[in-house]
C-alpha cells in the first residue's frame, strides 16, 4: 500500500548540510530583518527552488515557516517582558501588529492578548467543581400551587 508523501508523520528531518546550516545561522541572527529567499539559498550554494525543498526535507519546515515561528517567539518574549503587541512586531520583524496576531495564532492557538490574559489568570482548574445539593434538598421547599 503506498503511504502519501506529504504526510507529516511519513518526514524526518534529516541531518543539516553545511549550507542549510549556513543559512540557518544567518536567519538565526538576523530573522527580524528582511530576508529574501535568493540570499539564503546562495549562502546555501543552491539554486532557490532546490533551496527550498532541501530545506524543509532537513529543517522540517519551509524557511519562511521556520523565519515566523523566530519571529513569534521573540514577540512572545518580548509580550511577556511587558513590550506593547504593536512594538513587539515591529522589533520581530512583522509588519504590524495584525500581522503578528495571525502567526502567533497559528502558531500557539490563542492571540498574543489572550496568551498574556491566561499567562497572567491561569484558566480555574476542574479540581475546585461546584458541588449542587441533589434532588432531596428542594423537598422542603413550599409549593405555590394550590392542592
Known amino acids: 500500500m503506498l503511504q502519501s508523501v506529504s504526510s507529516s508523520a511519513a518526514r524526518v528531518a534529516e541531518p543539516a548540510s553545511p549550507g542549510i546550516r549556513r543559512a540557518l545561522s544567518h536567519i538565526e541572527r538576523h530573522f527580524t530583518e528582511a530576508l529574501y529567499l535568493d540570499d539564503l539559498a546562495s549562502l546555501a550554494g543552491l539554486s532557490v527552488c532546490r533551496f527550498v525543498t532541501v530545506f524543509r526535507r532537513q529543517v522540517g519546515l519551509t524557511p519562511h515557516r521556520f523565519v515566523c515561528r523566530e519571529r513569534v ?3 512572545r518574549a518580548l509580550l511577556v517582558d511587558g ?3 504593536a512594538q513587539a512586531a515591529l522589533e520581530a520583524g512583522f509588519f504590524d501588529q495584525s500581522h503578528l496576531s495571525r502567526h502567533f495564532k497559528n502558531i500557539y492557538g490563542v492571540t ?3 496568551y498574556l490574559r491566561e499567562l497572567v ?3 480555574p482548574s476542574r479540581a475546585g467543581r461546584i458541588a449542587y ?8 421547599i413550599p409549593s405555590s400551587r394550590p392542592a
Open 121 to 123: 489568570q491561569p484558566p
Open 133 to 140: 445539593p441533589g434532588p432531596t434538598a428542594f423537598s422542603s
Open 83 to 85: 513590550v506593547p503587541a
Open 112 to 114: 498574543p492578548g489572550r
Open 73 to 75: 517567539r521573540y514577540a
